[in-house]
């Protein structure tokens, strides 16, 4: 699969070291220290950070971090990685430190894994800081080729418990240790976290009607989670899996785990709905849950690959071909395709070619322009996609969406929530 994808299937460890200078490599600086910038007096790191101490401390906390993670090159080098692994680490470690800003910092994380804290930034143009260097790392390590993905970037979601001894910190040294642990307190945090409410989710069913045939054989899955007796959609307004990609990873892998149970019970083969199922970009691109997730399909009836659509929704701007292409060729056999669910302003049809997208999906967008909805349909539609117009509320909407002669709608609107999917049926004339 690697090699389809145009990235090397093997590499020999000298590579690494080709027109390598010794400054890459700074002198006197211990393992985890900072190393590109030297430090002033003795709280003066904190500076760019806020006017007073605990000011600054909080900004840093609650602001721009970023962890870039060498995942996937691990992935895809792993025979490798033993005899690579030093050389790689070195390279990033000197590169990334060159690439920051004087006020930054740059706290080595566990194996693979940095953590960059930037100075005014916000999270938007932190991220696509981030991002550049990612890029960049990876032409540096490997050469100008297509791969620029194979690094991952993600924002860290940290809070004041996660900190111990924040009024100790009296170098950037100690700021760096001090982060390091928070960030592992975190991830600990989360994982409890889920534990205690994985229990409360569950998944429902919501028909998508296709007008034009006057037939319903699929239906969406909706996650719900079950507290207090009460049943609430995951996806609407929850802070526990909102803020942290983990956590909604967790999350996905849970709903499909209760899916494939609702799959299980609808018998052998037969006249089945197909299951129009959502997961979030971040999940596939980490390629310890796209994993995990890959898993947990293959383990579900053989006929799921017939009769299972995967929506894929938070998809970040301007992933390359060859970046879709790694993710969804490792589920292709999986599933019976996929479908985007984007803004109606996405037109990146042309990184989407030659993959297996069914369809274009949008959900909601109320507050929009019609005409921005049907130019977006339209565009989908020039593209061979088919439209799909999901969590449709109100019959302004649901009129329009008739009119655009939209492929699938679906909402509250056009039915209530079903505990188990129908078997397909012919709408009344």
Same mark, same amino acid.
């Given at each position: 699969m690697r090699n389809q994808i145009g990235h090397r299937s093997g590499i020999n460890p000298d590579y690494f070291n080709q027109g390598r200078k010794t400054e890459d490599k700074k002198p006197d600086s211990a393992a985890g220290e900072v190393k590109h910038y030297e430090i002033g007096e003795a709280t003066s790191f904190l500076r760019p950070f806020g006017k007073t101490y605990h000011e600054a401390l909080e900004n840093l906390i609650t602001g721009s971090i970023q962890i870039i993670g060498l995942d996937e090159v691990k992935a895809q080098y792993a025979e490798q990685w033993g005899s690579i692994k030093k050389n790689v680490m070195e390279i990033a470690d000197a590169f990334i430190s060159r690439k920051l800003d004087r006020h930054d910092v740059f706290v080595p994380l566990d194996?693979? !894994?940095?953590?960059? +804290?930037?100075?005014?930034? *916000?999270?938007?143009?932190? +991220?696509?800081?981030s991002k550049t260097i990612a890029h960049d790392l990876v032409n540096k390590l490997f050469g100008e080729l297509p791969g620029g993905e194979l690094i991952s970037v993600e924002a860290a979601m940290l809070k004041i418990e996660d900190f111990d001894g924040l009024d100790k910190i009296k170098s950037l040294d100690g700021? /760096?240790?001090? #982060?390091?642990?928070?960030i592992v307190k975190a991830k600990g945090r989360e994982e409890r976290v889920f534990q205690e409410h994985e229990t409360e989710l569950n998944v429902r069913f919501r028909p998508l009607i296709n007008?034009?045939? $006057?037939?319903?054989?699929?239906?969406?899955? /909706?996650?719900?989670?079950? %507290?207090?007796?009460?049943q609430a959609d995951v996806a609407a307004n929850d802070p526990l899996f909102n803020e942290s990609p983990r956590l909604r990873a967790e999350m996905d892998c849970v709903i499909l785990?209760?899916?494939? &149970?609702? #799959?299980?019970?609808? $018998?052998?083969? $037969?006249?089945?709905?197909?299951?129009? +199922?959502? /997961? !979030?970009?971040?999940?596939? %691109?980490?390629?310890?849950?796209?994993s995990?997730?890959?898993?947990?399909? =293959?383990? +579900?009836?053989?006929? *799921?690959? @017939?009769?299972?659509?995967?929506? /894929?929704?938070?998809?970040a701007a301007g992933v390359?071909?060859?970046?879709?292409?790694?993710?969804? *060729?490792s589920l292709r056999q999986l599933v019976l395709g996929? *479908?985007?669910?984007?803004?109606?302003? @996405?037109?990146?049809?042309?990184?989407?070619?030659?993959?297996?997208?069914?369809?274009? &999906?949008? =959900?909601?967008?109320?507050?929009?322009?019609?005409?921005?909805?049907?130019?977006?349909?339209?565009?989908a539609k020039q593209n061979k996609k088919k439209c799909i117009w999901r969590s449709v509320d109100n019959d302004t909407l649901a009129r329009a969406a008739?009119?655009?002669?939209?492929?699938?709608v679906s909402g509250p609107i056009f039915g209530a929530l079903q505990t188990v999917p129908a078997k397909p049926f012919s709408l009344p004339k």
């Open positions: 194996d693979g !894994h940095f953590a960059l +804290l930037f100075a005014d930034a *916000t999270r938007e143009e932190a +991220l696509e800081r700021l /760096v240790k001090c #982060f390091r642990a928070a007008r034009r045939k $006057g037939f319903i054989g699929m239906y969406e899955a /909706v996650s719900m989670t079950n %507290a207090d007796d009460e785990r209760e899916t494939g &149970t609702i #799959f299980k019970k609808l $018998g052998g083969a $037969g006249n089945k709905p197909v299951i129009f +199922l959502p /997961v !979030h970009f971040e999940t596939l %691109a980490n390629s310890y849950f796209r995990k997730y890959a898993r947990i399909l =293959a383990s +579900l009836p053989d006929y *799921t690959e @017939w009769h299972l659509v995967l929506n /894929v929704q938070d998809i390359p071909n060859s970046r879709y292409r790694q993710i969804f *060729t996929f *479908t985007f669910e984007v803004g109606p302003s @996405w037109n990146e049809f042309d990184a989407i070619r030659d993959l297996p997208i069914l369809a274009m &999906t949008l =959900a909601g967008h109320e507050s929009l322009e019609l005409s921005q909805i049907e130019a977006f349909f339209k565009r008739f009119k655009m002669q939209v492929d699938y």
